[in-house]
Every structure is written in structure tokens, then in C-alpha cells.
């Protein structure tokens, strides 16, 4: 069974910065991209990032580049996001999800998360 | 990287079909036929539908069906069930390595 649990959220102060886990297992997880997709309270989802299944290749909308920053750890089948200069507007629940190619090409996801809340206060 | 457009809500009674959609441009929905589907209880992570405009992941019943013309995909729920009562979100691959959602669409079975 493919399970996907994140960790690292929290109450963060404006300009702050966090690094949020996902713990994946029941895949091999060296063979798969993996991405971030966060939820605003109340709100839509929005892709944040994405990165390629040996962690060579990452993508990012224009809302976060240069701020976050996607990385892997395939030793430890782990995923991270490290967010930084945080702003009240990237208050959000983080899912992770998996891809479904090795390439980090985000076309749709199969499996998420339960998500991590990020509280940014001013 | 504008998201993509879904009416806030629709509604339907049990048994009956209901048409959610979902309109892009030519160069995320027009321009790939990478179109996905989530549906979302509250409290819960997304569950993917549908995928690539009109394929079923495993275990997920064809009262859903997928389809796209143009620039705007549509999600239709067939046989309305209690269930099916959830928030439902579309996806398109837009180009460049990024990836946009829709606003989302409150689904009500009156």
C-alpha cells in the first residue's frame, strides 16, 4: 500500500523559513517524480514544485521560484521542501503527491498525502 | 500560469447525471491532452479520477467519464450517488515543466 506521510509544518513567523518531509513507502520510490501541491485554508490546490525521480531535474511556478526549493533523499525514500522568506500568502496545507513517470514533468498524480499545515504569521 | 476556470458549484440529484467543466486556453487544456481530475472529501487529500482527459485510475467506478474539446475539459458524474457529494478539481499540464489546477467545483446531490 503506497503511503505518503509529510511532517515539518508549522507557526512560522513572516520571513521565516521551514523544511517540510514526506516519508513515502509501499513503492520504490527511486523509480517515481515526485511533487508538492498546497491548499490555502478554504481555497483551491495549487502546485508548488516538482522534481525528477533521481532528483536531477526540478520545476517550480513563478508564485515560489527562487523561495522554495525541492529535493529527495532516495537512500531514505524521502521527499523535502525547503521554504523560505515565507509570506502570509503561502499559509497553506502541503501535500505531497507522486508522479507517475520517472521524469519530474508534472502531469497528474496518483497518490497524496494527508498534507502538513504551514501557519505564516505577521 | 493562470488558474483554470470552474464554476464554484453544481448540483444534482441521486440518480441523475451532472457536467462539471473546466476551461484553459490553447496553451495548458487546448494544448495537451494531460487533463486530470481530484475529488476532494472535506478533510481529506485530493483522489484522482480521472487522468490524461478520459482514463480511470483502478477502483475508480465509469459513472466518471472525461472528455475536452478546445480549451475547456469536462467531468461528468453519471447515476449521482450520496458519495459523489465532495469539492472536484481539475489539472492541465501548461507547458514549460508547470502544472495549473482549476478554482474547484463544490458538487451538491440535492
Known amino acids: 500500500e503506497v503511503q505518503l506521510l509529510e511532517s515539518g509544518g508549522g507557526l512560522v513567523q513572516r520571513g521565516g523559513s521551514l523544511r517540510l518531509s514526506c516519508a513515502a513507502s509501499?513503492?520504490?520510490?527511486?523509480?517515481?517524480?515526485m511533487s508538492w501541491v498546497r491548499q490555502a485554508p478554504g481555497k483551491g490546490l495549487e502546485w508548488v514544485s516538482a522534481?525528477?525521480?533521481?532528483?536531477?531535474?526540478?520545476y517550480y511556478p513563478d508564485s515560489v521560484k527562487g523561495r522554495f526549493t525541492i529535493s529527495r533523499d532516495n537512500s531514505k525514500s524521502t521527499l523535502y521542501l525547503q521554504v523560505n522568506t515565507l509570506r502570509a500568502e503561502d499559509t497553506a496545507l502541503y501535500y505531497c503527491?507522486?508522479?507517475?513517470?520517472?521524469?519530474?514533468?508534472?502531469?497528474?498524480?496518483?497518490?497524496w498525502g494527508q498534507g502538513t499545515l504551514v501557519t505564516v504569521s505577521s | 500560469q493562470s488558474a483554470l476556470t470552474q464554476p464554484p458549484s453544481a448540483s444534482g440529484s441521486p440518480g441523475q447525471s451532472v457536467t462539471i467543466s473546466c476551461t484553459g486556453t490553447s496553451s495548458d487544456v487546448g494544448g495537451y491532452n494531460y487533463v486530470s481530475w481530484y475529488q476532494q472529501h472535506p478533510g481529506k487529500a485530493p483522489k484522482l479520477m480521472i487522468y490524461e482527459v478520459n482514463k480511470w485510475p483502478s477502483g475508480v467506478p465509469d459513472r466518471f467519464s472525461g472528455s475536452k474539446s478546445g480549451n475547456t475539459a469536462s467531468l461528468t458524474v453519471s447515476g449521482l450517488q450520496a458519495e459523489d457529494e465532495a469539492d472536484y478539481y481539475c489539472s492541465s499540464y501548461a507547458g514549460y515543466n508547470t502544472l495549473v489546477f482549476g478554482g474547484g467545483t463544490k458538487l451538491t446531490v440535492l
Open positions: 522534481i525528477s525521480n533521481t532528483g536531477g531535474s526540478a
Open positions: 509501499g513503492f520504490t520510490f527511486s523509480n517515481y517524480a
Open positions: 503527491a507522486k508522479g507517475i513517470n520517472r521524469a519530474g514533468t508534472p502531469t497528474f498524480f496518483d497518490f
